[in-house]
């Protein structure tokens, strides 16, 4: 159980004792829905919920795209190191050239 749920757990019993006062009993008996809150906020700590089938779709697409955009920019850049690269040799063996 996360820390927190832990914590939530001991409010109750706190408010429960608090809410026993006789001037704050009401007509809720004493309790003023705090097992629903308790209940719920502690539910609330779980897991996420999960996605929907048309959020999970958008989202496999949009990854795909991402990933197609990422591919194509990586054998950009591999060309141009590639580039980059054959133009230094290609420069160094000219100006060795020129020199003998």
């Known amino acids: 159980m996360p820390r ?13 004792k608090i809410g026993d006062h006789p ?3 009401g007509n ?3 309790n003023f829905g705090l097992d629903a809150w308790k209940r719920d906020a502690i539910a609330g700590l779980g897991e996420p ?3 929907s089938a048309v959020e999970a779709r958008q989202d496999r697409r949009r ?3 991402l990933e197609r955009e ?3 920019k990586d054998k950009a850049l591999a060309e141009t190191a590639t580039l980059l690269v054959l133009s230094k040799k290609l ?3 000219f100006h060795e050239g020129e020199d003998a």
Do not use: D, N
Not at 7 to 15: A, G, I, K, R
């Open 70 to 72: 990422l591919h194509r």
């Open 28 to 30: 809720s008996g004493g």
């Open 63 to 65: 990854v795909k795209e």
């Open 49 to 51: 919920r999960a996605a």
């Open 91 to 93: 420069s160094a063996v």
């Open 4 to 16: 927190v749920a832990q914590e939530l757990s001991y409010m109750p019993t706190v408010f429960t």
């Open 23 to 25: 001037r704050l009993l």
